[in-house]
């Protein structure tokens, strides 16, 4: 944190949990288990049941099997305007697991130790959502100049995979919001743009010979390696190519293989290797047109391939595509925000959100929310109420500039 960040920083070590708005909702939240393999509709249900009692106009959209939703629920502007306008507040329900983990308190009663709040999506990031519904009965009393909407998803720690459906809701509607928030875990600071990441698995069939007899077998293996290595090879010429941005920790395009798998025994040529790999890229940059480039290589390697067995290939799966953001510039949503947080400065994050995707749909999207992804997915996951604090004030802001008097 630089100096001019401090000095427009709300640190307060003395906050308490009853100067906290949100304190119990928080807690609340915690409190369903909504791990992302399970269902999240009692959590769901309880926020649907709340927000109706204020008035609130909510959707749910569902997963196939009906065992989650996501929640969009419309409070009303004064003049009962529901679709024009307006800021979507938006969250995800899910949260990591927590088996093998060593909690020193239950992950799913949030527990206050010393000046943090312990708990399971603490940080990432119920807190954020928990703090904007204890808001409600404020904006309800106020009265909202244009409609405010929160936007609760399931399954995005595994992909962002919920909130896609909400948002074709919403865009099918006609809503149309002029902008979001989105709550993950930033330290309460900016962020305007993230990178995008796309993956792949890559499967090479060889054909098997014993390892006396190399030339009689199509060694999977070593054409992996062939493959991994271009993929390598472009990691570095992106590190070292003009394409770069400063704002980003890492100022450009990566690359990177995670996974590989190949071969049984050393006197045997292996007919099966498989690898993953994925391209994290500056929003300017397109994985497609790399991937393509990549393609056309593994091609050139297959004629050599099949002249010593016909059934030998290379094979491309796509595993996930999140696409970037980037704000270029300031949108009405970006004024809004900085408004409310009190700080002229901006960052950008090379992990992926559901921002982009609100981005993609015409809803200019912000990133910022209580607590820090360092502590997101760790045993003892905690938010330090000074944390909470500075959201509440950005949460009495946006008050102040989303109701009518
Ligand atoms: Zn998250």
Known sequence: MNAREHAGNLDNPSVRPKDLVGYDMIRTLVAFPTVSRDSNLALIDWVQRYLEGFGAATTLTFDDDRRK?????????????TTHGGIVLSGHTDVVPVDGQPWNTDPFEATLVGDRLHGRGVADMKSFS?????????????????????????????GCIGVRRLIADVVAKGVTPTGCIIGEPTGMQLVVANKGRKTWRCRVRGHEAHSSLTPQGVNAVQVACQLVAWIAERGRMLRDGHRQDAGYDVPFTTTHVGVINGGTALNIVPRDCVFEFEIRHLPIDDPDAMFSELR????????????????????????????????????????????????DLEHKVSYGTEAALFH?????????GPGHIEQAHQPDEWVRLEQLARCEAFMRRLVDHLCAG
Do not use: K
């Not at 993609?360 to 910022?368: E, F, R």
């Open 360 to 368: 993609g749909a015409s809803m200019p999207a912000v990133i910022c």
């Open 69 to 81: 939703a996501n929640l969009f629920a419309t409070l009303p502007a004064v003049d009962g305007n």
């Open 296 to 343: 056309a290589y593994a091609e050139s390697l297959v004629p050599a391939m099949q002249a010593v067995d016909p059934a030998t290939y290379i094979q491309f799966d796509t595993l996930s595509e999140m696409p970037g953001f980037d704000n270029e510039g300031r949108t009405p949503v970006i004024d809004l925000a900085h408004a409310c947080s009190g700080s």
């Open 130 to 158: 928990a703090i904007g519904l204890a808001f409600v009965p404020e904006f309800v009393r106020r009265g909202l100049a244009r409609p405010l909407h929160f936007a609760l998803s399931y399954d995005e720690e595994i």
